[in-house]
């Protein structure tokens, strides 16, 4: 692309224009990370937008400015499911038909919440890349307006409010932590936040599964990633936008990398903690946080943005367990012991002593390493904690058990 670059004056413009029909949201000094994080944490909560994330500041601030002859047409867009309902909400508001591309594992919440408002969803491949080629051939096709999610600069404006709001709301902020797929959201705050504070730092956060970004700023060019396959299906993109990597390049200071138990824990702990719902891409930022990928001191103030809030109801207990398994609070022990009566009675008092919770038991007794005589406990156990479950194994090792954490 040849736009020129995103300025102050076009998110400013950008957010004179979406007033009043998206919400400003709010920022919470967070006293429940005050103990795992240095210095001073804010969370920014775009999961409180009317879609459940800050997607409908762009796809506002670019469906405002197309003519009323294109408007006639109708839209056209490819998402995994949070610019999918932004572009569908407010294309019914403002009377513009919408069509939107989503890859075929698309969680079912964000197809039903983009259909409840009244969009036309095709779906197309198995990621966002392949489900952009089929929305270009649809524009071509159709004749629809292309509403990009992320490598447009009204998109990027829009998005860039949320750093206007951060100043206003944390004056004092000195480094400020935001989720990367195609790189729209960091490049709209990067230019918001440092064209006013030139000294904050803006790190952005990506998915080991899917780290375009990392990879593009390490060869100095665009590049695609082998893998978009991820619990943050939000910034499942194999590669970052042509003129969104320009203005990372020039505008944000680092970027970090989580793996996807990281990000479960932090889904994990701010249900527990900051008691709010986050997606995969909403909790990077606090996962790499929590897992220090990010240089902080105890002098220093943190906002990070939540991104967003929607997680499919039919995977959250999957994700949480995969939370509490990462977080070592979920434990699965293989017990090797004598195939006796009571020999069961006793290693479920054993543990019981020792303050776990067993969630579920399975006898194995049709293993070629063991003896006849003996048979393997499947034990499921819940933890306060990893300490506290390699005490237990050690306890239970003292009273001669055969005792291994399986992973």
Same mark, same amino acid.
């Given at each position: 692309?040849?736009?020129?670059?995103?300025?102050?004056?076009?998110?400013?413009?950008?957010?004179?224009?979406?007033?009043?029909?998206?919400?400003?949201?709010?920022?919470?000094?967070?006293?429940?990370?005050?103990?795992?994080?240095?210095?001073?944490?804010?969370?920014?909560?775009?999961?409180?937008?009317?879609?459940?994330?800050?997607?409908?500041?762009?796809?506002?601030?670019?469906?405002?400015?197309?003519?009323?002859?294109?408007?006639?047409?109708?839209?056209?867009?490819?998402?995994?499911?949070?610019?999918?309902? #932004?572009?569908?909400?407010?294309?019914?508001?403002?009377?513009?038909?919408?069509?939107?591309?989503?890859?075929?594992?698309?969680?079912?919440?964000?197809?039903?919440?983009?259909?409840?408002?009244?969009?036309?969803?095709?779906?197309?491949?198995?990621?966002?890349?392949?489900?952009?080629?089929?929305?270009?051939?649809?524009?071509?096709?159709?004749?629809?307006?292309?509403?990009?999610?992320?490598?447009?600069?009204?998109?990027?404006?829009?998005?860039?409010?949320?750093?206007?709001?951060?100043?206003?709301?944390?004056?004092?902020?000195?480094?400020?932590?935001?989720?990367?797929?195609?790189?729209?959201?960091?490049?709209?705050?990067?230019?918001?936040?440092?064209?006013?504070?030139?000294?904050?730092?803006?790190?952005?956060?990506?998915?080991?599964?899917?780290?375009? #970004?990392?990879?593009?700023?390490?060869?100095?060019?665009?590049?695609?990633?082998?893998?978009?396959?991820?619990?943050?299906?939000?910034?499942?993109?194999?590669?970052?936008?042509?003129?969104?990597?320009?203005?990372?390049?020039?505008?944000?200071?680092?970027?970090?990398?989580?793996?996807?138990?990281?990000?479960?824990?932090?889904?994990?702990?701010?249900?527990?903690?900051?008691?709010?719902?986050?997606?995969?891409?909403?909790?990077?930022?606090?996962?790499?946080?929590?897992?220090?990928?990010?240089?902080?001191?105890?002098?220093?103030?943190?906002?990070?943005?939540?991104?967003?809030?929607?997680?499919?109801?039919?995977?959250?207990?999957?994700?949480?367990?995969?939370?509490?398994?990462?977080?070592?609070?979920?434990?699965?022990?293989?017990?090797?012991?004598?195939?006796?009566?009571?020999?069961?009675?006793?290693?479920?008092?054993?543990?019981?002593?020792?303050?776990?919770?067993?969630?579920?038991?399975?006898?194995?007794?049709?293993?070629?390493?063991?003896?006849?005589?003996?048979?393997?406990?499947?034990?499921?156990?819940?933890?306060?904690?990893?300490?506290?479950?390699?005490?237990?194994?050690?306890?239970?090792?003292?009273?001669?058990?055969?005792?291994?954490?399986?992973?």
């Amino acid at each position: 692309m040849n736009e020129p670059g995103l300025t102050l004056a076009g998110v400013r413009a950008a957010r004179v224009r979406i007033a009043g029909a998206l919400v400003q949201t709010p920022r919470t000094l967070s006293l429940a990370f005050g103990d795992m994080i240095p210095g001073r944490l804010h969370v920014k909560f775009e999961n409180l937008q009317r879609t459940g994330s800050f997607k409908e500041r762009g796809a506002l601030n670019k469906l405002l400015q197309i003519g009323h002859d294109a408007r006639a047409r109708g839209v056209v867009t490819a998402s995994a499911g949070n610019h999918a309902q #932004a572009v569908a909400c407010h294309a019914q508001r403002l009377g513009i038909a919408a069509t939107v591309v989503m890859p075929e594992n698309t969680p079912l919440i964000k197809v039903s919440n983009t259909e409840g408002f009244g969009a036309r969803v095709v779906f197309h491949g198995h990621i966002f890349d392949e489900a952009a080629v089929e929305a270009q051939r649809l524009e071509a096709a159709e004749g629809l307006v292309m509403v990009h999610p992320f490598d447009y600069l009204d998109v990027m404006a829009g998005q860039g409010t949320i750093g206007l709001e951060i100043v206003e709301q944390v004056p004092e902020v000195d480094v400020v932590v935001v989720p990367v797929g195609g790189g729209g959201l960091i490049s709209g705050i990067a230019v918001a936040i440092k064209s006013l504070l030139p000294n904050v730092r803006v790190i952005g956060v990506e998915s080991a599964a899917a780290p375009s #970004a990392r990879a593009s700023r390490d060869a100095g060019r665009v590049v695609k990633s082998e893998s978009a396959d991820t619990i943050a299906d939000g910034i499942a993109t194999k590669r970052v936008g042509e003129l969104t990597f320009a203005h990372m390049q020039r505008w944000v200071d680092d970027l970090g990398i989580v793996s996807e138990d990281e990000i479960a824990t932090a889904i994990l702990l701010l249900l527990e903690r900051e008691k709010t719902v986050a997606e995969g891409a909403g909790a990077a930022p606090a996962a790499a946080l929590l897992n220090g990928r990010i240089p902080l001191s105890a002098d220093q103030t943190t906002v990070f943005v939540l991104s967003g809030g929607h997680i499919d109801v039919n995977r959250v207990s999957r994700i949480i367990d995969r939370g509490l398994v990462a977080d070592g609070r979920l434990v699965r022990l293989l017990v090797r012991m004598p195939d006796r009566p009571g020999s069961l009675a006793r290693l479920t008092h054993a543990v019981a002593e020792l303050g776990a919770n067993v969630h579920e038991i399975v006898h194995r007794r049709d293993f070629a390493d063991i003896s006849v005589g003996d048979v393997v406990i499947v034990m499921h156990l819940e933890t306060r904690g990893r300490a506290h479950a390699q005490a237990i194994v050690a306890a239970l090792q003292a009273q001669g058990l055969v005792v291994k954490e399986e992973a």
